[in-house]
């Protein structure tokens, strides 16, 4: 087992391995700082799988490792690949983004689409703390609703086709 090789993912270091993350301002001396690495098996398939660059973005490294595992990816997982790949940005420390993919998550496809103006404003205010001018567009809230639904229908398609395993959620 060797020690984690953090790289820098914003106000995050990410050990692109295992997922690991800490605050960048908690370590002063990365290079003092050594963790055991718990070294999941190969990742890149699964990545590919699911359409994205490799080296696997760390903020996507835990999400790729259940994927990986046969653990079905929920509507909030599906959302943060699609933020990933259209503006190849991710969650940062300060963000909260890592709790709403979570809520999104435990909410599930249906919870979202109740949930759907709340998940879209959400998505709107971090665009606008980030600067990012396109959420201010003509249509911006229409095109962030469109990508928000594409994450439940694909959560709900993926998640449909894996078998249950009896007496339990977990599906492999």
Known sequence: MSNCLFVIDGDSYVCPQCGMCYDRSAIHNLDSFHRKCTNPPDLRPAASALGLPNPIPPSLTQTVSRYSAGQPLGPG????????????KGPTWKCGCKDRINQMNAWGPDGCREHLDEIVGWMLEEAEKRGWRSAKLPGARWAVKRMVMSAIKESEKLEGSRPKVQGSNFRP
Do not use: F, T
């Not at 997982?77 to 190849?88: E, N, Q, R, S, T």
């Open 77 to 88: 997982d599906w959302l943060h690949i699609a933020i990933l790949k259209w503006v190849g």
